[in-house]
């Protein structure tokens, strides 16, 4: 299991600190993930069986393309 530094944990939320050059999700590289981190962390955490649950809220590890108005 990776070493996360958790910033805040409770039964409904957990807040980690990203780590570097490790994308936020999986994608076609197959890269190992933030998600993936931190659904093995819960699950060996509180021993959970089966799949673990984690939904992502933001993310910005990919290039971000502006948008700019007409004023």
Do not use: F, W
């Not at 993936?36 to 649950?53: C, F, M, Q, R, S």
Request: proline share 6%.
């Amino acid at each position: 299991m990776q070493k996360l530094k958790v910033i805040y944990e409770d039964n409904h939320i957990i807040v980690v600190e990203k780590m570097p050059n490790i994308p936020s999700q999986g994608d076609k590289t197959e890269d190992i993930d933030m998600l993936e981190i931190i659904k093995e962390y819960l699950k060996e955490k509180y021993k959970k069986p089966g799949n673990v649950y984690l939904a992502l809220i933001h993310r910005l590890d990919r290039p971000v393309r502006r948008s700019y108005g007409i004023c």
